[in-house]
Nanobody, 119 residues
Framework: QIDLVESGGGLVKSGGSLRLSCDTS????????MSWYRQAPGKERELVAT????????NYAESAKGRFTISRNNDVREVYIQMNKMENEEKAVYYC????????????WGQGIQVTVSS
């Protein structure tokens, strides 16, 4: 059984920082890229950042560049996203995703975690 469990969400003030973690199990974590998505109220789900299986390569949404950092620790099967200078409109449910579609025809998603940014 593949599990992805996000933690670290909650309330942060505008301009503040938050770090999300995702603990995984049930698949060969070190072989797959990992992503963070988010979905704000009334909006479509958005890809925020992706990290390669080795951690050597990362990609970010334009809105996240320079403020967010995705990282991973293959030894403990975790992926993280450090979010700095957060903005009110970044209030959303954030999802950890195992990018497994190349092998299994679908990705695997965590249940999501709420992040609220207050003024």
């Amino acid at each position: 059984q593949i599990d992805l469990v996000e933690s670290g969400g909650g309330l942060v003030k505008s301009g503040g920082s938050l770090r999300l973690s995702c603990d995984t199990s049930g698949f060969a974590f070190s072989k797959f890229p990992m992503s963070w998505y988010r979905q704000a109220p009334g909006k479509e789900r958005e890809l925020v950042a992706t990290i390669s299986s080795s951690g050597d390569n990362t990609n970010y949404a334009e809105s996240a560049k320079g403020r967010f950092t995705i990282s991973r620790n293959n030894d403990v099967r975790e992926v993280y996203i450090q979010m700095n200078k957060m903005e009110n409109e970044e209030k959303a449910v954030y999802y950890c995703v195992a990018v497994t579609r190349a092998i299994w025809n679908s990705d695997y998603w965590g249940q999501g975690i709420q992040v609220t940014v207050s003024s």
